[in-house]
């Protein structure tokens, strides 16, 4: 069975920074491509980042310069680490986990719960 769990979320300030977690198991991690995406409420899901090679991940163009995906393969953690954070960084924050990887959600077979981040002004 597939589990990924989120963690490490919470309010913070804006100009803040938060790291999050995502442990997976019964998944080969390895050769697991792992994403991160946002939902913000009445919006929808929206792509983040992933990374395959620990050495090159990707990220969406407008996050590029504050948020940062990093993968521990011996440890089968992906962790997203997010700083400057703005009120618009507010939302419900997901890992998810494929064989490829894409900007697109439905490339991704395995998600997690997610986990909340608040960031007020």
Known sequence: QV???ESGGGSVQAGGSLRLSCAASG???STSCMGW???AP???RE???FIFTPDNPFYDDSLEDRFTIYRDNAKNTVY???NSLKPEDTGMY???AGRFCSRGPSTFNYWGQGTQ???SS
Do not use: E, S
């Open 27 to 29: 998944v080969t991690f």
């Open 3 to 5: 589990q990924l769990v």
């Open 117 to 119: 981040v608040t960031v």
């Open 47 to 49: 792509w983040v980042g």
């Open 37 to 39: 995406f946002r939902q």
């Open 42 to 44: 009445g919006k929808d």
């Open 80 to 82: 997203l680490q997010m």
């Open 94 to 96: 997901y890992c998810a």
